[in-house]
């Protein structure tokens, strides 16, 4: 069973930086693709950004587009978003997935981080 571990998150005032990492445990294939969402309080859950395993293709929600990096270190099977200009509306906690195969939805989550941008 592949377990996804978030880590990273906290506190920090706007305009700060945060890193978020995702480690994946007892896997034994490369997943096809892996991705970031987030929940904000009252809100549903949002893409924030993805990438394709193997080739490191990388796709971002507008919202995030020009701040936000998702990258992967598939030696250490670790996922990241490295978070920069934080703002409040960035708010949420954070979780990370994983889709095992090119068809379906994502496959495994993880129990989230949270974020918290102070103004």
């Known amino acids: 069973q592949v377990q996804l571990v978030e880590s990273g998150g906290g506190l920090v005032q706007a305009g700060g930086s945060l890193r978020l990492s995702c480690a994946a445990s007892?896997?034994?294939?490369?997943?096809?693709?892996m991705g970031w969402f987030r929940q904000a309080p009252g809100k549903e859950r949002e893409f924030v950004a993805r990438?394709?395993?193997?080739?490191?293709?990388?796709g971002y929600a507008d919202s995030v587009k020009g701040r936000f990096t998702i990258s992967r270190d598939n030696a250490k099977n670790t996922l990241y978003l490295q978070m920069n200009s934080l703002q409040p509306e960035d708010t949420a906690v954070y979780y990370c997935?994983?889709?095992?195969?090119?068809?379906?939805?994502?496959?495994?989550w993880g129990q989230g981080t949270q974020v918290t941008v102070s103004s």
């Open positions: 990438i394709h395993w193997s080739t490191g293709s990388t």
């Open positions: 997935a994983e889709r095992k195969t090119a068809g379906g939805d994502y496959d495994y």
């Open positions: 007892g896997r034994t294939y490369s997943p096809y693709r």
